[in-house]
């Protein structure tokens, strides 16, 4: 394991998030939890020595330079505010070229005033998924510490992202990746497969591929790319700079993103975290973090065993109680939500201190509540993945409460793209009973009025004429 520096000679370092212990190592350095109590590890900059825009729109003079790689990017364009790495180290495919799109369609389902509610769509990323702006800053880290082989656990899109970056880049590096039995949408399994990524497929779910990576990373010295790295959450930070960019840099009232392994949270908690610490907002959105009922951790935890920040030491106790139990009784994680079909949240504690700052909140919602905003969300013009329409979905069951106001701002993350996991999509529209059972029946979904099935019509030339014009009428 790598030593602890002494001193902090960098910008940036990284430092123990237990505050009884606070062990700090040098930025080339690569471990993936503190070698001193094994807790997680947080990149942190000497912002008195950063040379950092005195306004957020000063970020829009990049805007002329997007012929430089470094500006195009839609993570390194920030470079300032993640000031770990030399430019000339910087490993980018053009990720963060993004969209946040006004939703009213979208909105009026949630029940928001025209105009409130929009969507930060990350499937248009090059692998399809938010996992790019974390894996340029920690394929970045992993350049600049010399690491050649790289390894995930996946539900898919860190594994999708992961194999792209390594195909896609002339720097050596080879992809190994994790997945457990029967957890991993096709979609996602055949880019890393087409794109040439080691895939090892092992008897278990996610939580026991995320344990098994991380023993062999360590026994073999390999860089790993799960978002327990903390370098994969400064890229991951950036989503939330392109949101407040969109919103010509005035904070919404709220974020609300999916919980899975809490990476996104975690990130966007740091973001403000920082931005607010250097006086760049005057305010910071209210943060809702929406698991999957199948796979409730966070809300288990936060809402019926009230576990919180508490300064930066949360009840041990009670989580690991909780995951006892988990064990005891046999419970795996279960969601059609396949990425966010997670048990044991590596950045649980991270998460936590996002809520904490951001006066978030938890919540969970039903397959059932998924699949619905899904289709919501994919009439309103943009397709994504059950995961990413979780948040859809918390956004709707918080108007519900009143807890989101109808005229509050509301920014909802969609992670991935809607391709990543067609057979759900197809099975819920679709005519098929006996695919719609064994796909989405089986986990208590039922059919909704939000469906859009195929139309049978005999091969006629008047009936489908008809059809036509009894269907394609304006309000049919």
């Known amino acids: 394991m790598a030593s602890s520096c002494s001193t ?97 369609k979208v909105g009026q389902y949630v029940g928001m005033d025209a105009g409130r509610l929009m969507l930060q769509y990350e499937g248009m990323n090059p692998s399809g998924s938010f996992k790019d702006n974390g894996m340029t800053a920690a394929f970045t880290h992993a350049r600049m510490v010399g690491a050649k082989r790289v390894a995930c656990a996946s539900t898919g899109n860190t594994s999708a992202a992961l194999s792209v970056f390594c195909s896609a880049t002339s720097f050596g590096f080879k992809a190994i990746i994790f997945i457990g039995s029967g957890k991993i949408a096709y979609g996602k399994l055949a880019q890393a497969l087409d794109h040439g990524a080691l895939t090892i497929q092992i008897v278990g779910d996610f939580d026991d591929a995320m344990h098994r990576v991380r023993q062999v990373a360590d026994r073999l010295g390999i860089y790993l790319m799960n978002s327990v790295n903390p370098f994969r959450l400064e890229g991951q930070k950036t989503i939330m700079y392109r949101v407040l960019e969109a919103l010509a840099w005035q904070p919404p009232d709220w974020i609300v993103v999916p919980g899975g392994n809490l990476g996104n949270s975690s990130a966007f908690g740091k973001a403000f975290i920082e931005l607010k610490h250097l006086g760049l907002i005057d305010r910071v959105p209210r943060l809702a973090v929406i698991n999957a009922t199948g796979a409730q951790t966070l809300d288990q935890l936060v809402n019926a065993n009230g576990v919180t920040w508490n300064n930066g030491l949360p009840d041990a106790e009670v989580t690991q109680a909780y995951y006892d139990h988990l064990d005891a009784e046999h419970l795996k994680a279960s969601t059609i939500a396949s990425a966010i079909e997670i048990n044991r949240p590596v950045n649980l504690k991270k998460c936590l201190r996002a809520l904490d700052f951001c006066d978030g909140l938890v919540r969970q919602v039903s397959d059932q509540e998924i699949m619905d905003a899904k289709a919501r969300v994919g009439a309103g013009g943009i397709g994504c993945e059950p995961a990413s329409a979780a948040s859809v979905a918390g956004a709707k069951r918080l108007r519900e409460e009143g807890i989101i106001a109808p005229s509050d701002r509301v920014v909802c993350i969609l992670t991935a793209h809607q391709l990543k996991d067609p057979t759900a999509t197809v099975a819920y529209h679709g005519t098929d009973q006996e695919n719609f059972e064994k796909i989405l029946g089986s986990r208590g979904v039922r059919r909704a009025g939000f469906a859009n099935r195929p139309i049978s019509v005999a091969n006629d030339l008047d009936d489908i004429i008809r059809t036509i014009a009894l269907y394609s009428e304006p309000n049919a």
């Open 8 to 104: 902090k000679t960098d910008l940036a370092y990284q430092r123990c998030i237990n505050p009884t212990c606070g062990h700090t190592l040098s930025v080339d350095q690569a471990a993936f939890a503190c070698p001193e109590c094994g807790d997680l590890l947080d990149v942190v900059y000497d912002w008195d020595r950063v040379e950092v825009p005195r306004r957020l729109s000063d970020f829009e003079a990049k805007w002329s330079d997007r012929l430089n790689p470094l500006s195009f990017s839609g993570v390194w364009r920030f470079r300032e505010l993640l000031p770990f790495a030399p430019p000339d180290q910087v490993v980018t495919i053009g990720e963060g070229q993004t969209l946040l799109q006004v939703a009213d």
